[in-house]
Nanobody, 125 residues
Framework: QVQLVESGGGSVQAGGSLRLSCAAS????????MGWFRQAPGKEREFVAR????????YYAVSLKDRFTISRDNAKNTVYLQMNSLKPEDTAVYYC??????????????????WGQGTQVTVSS
């Protein structure tokens, strides 16, 4: 069992940056792949980024890979999402999720067994 708690969301002007954190409880964190998803009002949840258990393999939504960076610190049981050059269309609730598969490259929400409660990111123009 893993519990995930996101933090770092907030309001920022277009062009600004935010760093989201996801703190995990549970001894299995370091063996899990971790992902970030987001959901804007009236839209489906969409994949943002994924990092495998050692942090050596990362995957991004094509439209975001130049602005967002996922990383993890297994010693701190934490995964991060650095978001730069934010745009109003990045406004959404951002969710952290854990996939018990240590490898792989799934971008599908149903492959992730554990989810955080989400953190709101609002980007104003």
């Amino acid at each position: 069992q893993v519990q995930l708690v996101e933090s770092g969301g907030g309001s920022v002007q277009a062009g600004g940056s935010l760093r989201l954190s996801c703190a995990a409880s549970g001894r299995s964190f370091s063996s899990y792949s971790m992902g970030w998803f987001r959901q804007a009002p009236g839209k489906e949840r969409e994949f943002v980024a994924r990092i495998n258990w050692r942090g050596g393999d990362t995957y991004y939504a094509v439209s975001l890979k130049d602005r967002f960076t996922i990383s993890r610190d297994n010693a701190k049981n934490t995964v991060y999402l650095q978001m730069n050059s934010l745009k109003p269309e990045d406004t959404a609730v951002y969710y952290c999720a854990a996939d018990t598969n240590s490898y792989g490259s799934s971008r599908l929400a149903y492959d992730y067994a554990y989810w955080g409660q989400g953190t709101q990111v609002t980007v104003s123009s």
